[in-house]
């Protein structure tokens, strides 16, 4: 009997949304637009134009030059478009109720509820959630100016929010960590994984129409609406950072052992050298080595004494550590965007300025992927053996430190990061953007 040689299905690169596939540009600035669609023709309309400019995974050059635009919509604005209620309803479960509908699910209580949100996030009124992204705010502010009229010529069409972001010269989100650093490797993307050890995942963990991890195919009707599309959760998380600095200062003996704490809780120190690789100081020599990202747990970190199981990182990948769960069924492609101004370096109180992340969670399996990892990793720590225990970063409560020859128990951590408002979105492919601007009633 002769092996069989395992073949990766080829992608349709030219028919996927460049923003499902490709890590984004450095350095670049990207806004968010959302939009109402009050007349369905004019909607329609709307994406048809939006189609002409949306680049492919397989383009190298954008039809708007160096400027980057990706489209999604909501469950609601599908049925705005006037989808049929046949295909509506082949949709993702999760995806139809809603990110609001899901709020306690996902952790999203008290001040990060539904009900404190920034509107109009989690209504009924997003409908078309469009992401452009530039080299520089100059750029993307011309190209946004451009657009402006194609959209303003639309009555039945208002824009109803807007979140401009960017990336930082140093790279870093607001608590001061290099950011934008892991990211799996996707069969036939022909785009490499930022972890050597990792086995490329198949593709339909991340496209419908392809064959998953479980040999599972996402599909949606009729065909042409689904294949080559994916899910996104688009998240508007604001950030503490003068809590968060007046914490690992009160918490610290000294300057150093503030950095260290630091890189517990997250699992990698600020410059983004993860623990795994330097375990006693930061290496910034690191940032320009190939393989930064290229460690695993199971062998030499089993019990977490380098890298704590409750760190920010290992509980969004544990790798090949022994959890509860298969870790690669939860992988997801994950992109973060900065908003608002930095907190100037050694400020302890924040200033009242909104400043924070705009996420984005992309994968074919909103249930498994991002609500699992959400609700199971991120805000519990069974799997790993950690109790109740939330992730320090986004949650609140106590972390631990393994380490000999007794653990260091921090208590009380307060929350860091406060949730403003998110959607679940339907990334379309090309093709599924002309059938949705082609809709007759």
């Known amino acids: 009997m002769t092996a069989q040689t395992h073949i990766a299905p080829e992608l349709d690169l030219h028919d996927i949304q460049r923003g499902v596939l490709s ?25 048809r134009r939006l189609a002409a400019v949306v680049t492919s995974a ?41 990110m609001a509908a899901r709020a306690e699910a996902l952790g999203d209580i008290g001040e990060s509820a539904p009900e404190n949100w920034e509107k109009p996030l989690g209504t009924p009124d997003v409908h078309v959630v469009l992401v452009a992204l530039a080299p520089d705010s100059a750029r993307l502010r011309e190209a946004i100016d451009r657009a402006r009229p194609a959209y303003h010529a639309l009555p039945g069409i208002t824009a109803i929010w807007c979140q401009d972001c960017h990336a930082l010269p140093t790279e870093t989100e607001p608590f001061g960590y290099r950011d934008g650093i892991s990211h799996p490797a996707v069969e036939g993307s022909g785009i490499p994984g930022s972890n050597t050890l990792e086995v490329p995942l198949k593709a339909g963990e991340f496209i419908l129409g392809y064959p998953d991890e479980l040999g599972g195919v996402q599909t949606l009707r009729p065909e042409v609406l689904g294949r080559n599309g994916s899910y996104a959760a688009f998240r508007k998380l604001h950030q503490r950072v003068g809590v968060f600095r007046r914490y690992l200062r009160d918490n610290a003996a000294d300057p150093a052992d503030e950095e260290l704490l630091a890189a517990k809780i997250m699992g990698r120190w600020r410059s983004g050298a993860p623990l795994a690789l330097s375990p006693e100081r ?20 089993s019990a977490g004494f380098i890298t704590p199981g409750g760190s920010h990182i290992r509980r969004g990948n544990p790798r090949d550590a022994a959890v509860a769960g298969v870790p690669r069924l939860h992988r997801m492609i994950r992109r973060g965007t900065v908003y608002g101004p930095p907190l100037p370096d050694g400020v302890l109180e924040d200033d009242g300025t909104d400043r924070g992340l705009m996420f984005a969670f ?41 380490r000999r020859p007794l653990r260091r128990r921090l208590q009380g951590l307060p929350r860091f990061v406060v949730t403003r408002g998110g959607e679940y979105c339907f990334l379309p492919s090309l093709s599924a953007l002309r059938w949705l601007g082609d809709l007759e009633d």
């Open 23 to 47: 890590p984004r540009p450095s350095p670049y600035a990207a806004t968010y637009v959302l939009f109402r669609i009050d007349e369905r023709a004019h909607g329609r309309e709307l994406i």
């Open 58 to 98: 397989a383009d190298t050059v954008s039809p708007l030059g160096e400027t980057w635009v990706s489209v999604a919509l909501t469950y609601h604005g599908l049925a705005a478009l006037g989808v049929p209620r046949q295909s509506l309803e082949t949709f993702a479960w999760e995806f139809r109720q809603g």
């Open 282 to 301: 930061d290496d910034p020599t690191l940032d320009t080595d190939p393989y930064r990202n290229s460690f695993l747990y199971r062998q030499d970190d």
């Open 362 to 402: 992309i994968g074919a399996h909103l249930g498994r992927q991002f609500e699992f990892v959400q609700s199971e990793w991120m805000n519990d720590g069974v799997f790993f053996g950690g109790g109740d225990a939330r992730d320090p970063v986004i949650g609140s409560g106590d972390f631990t430190i393994p």
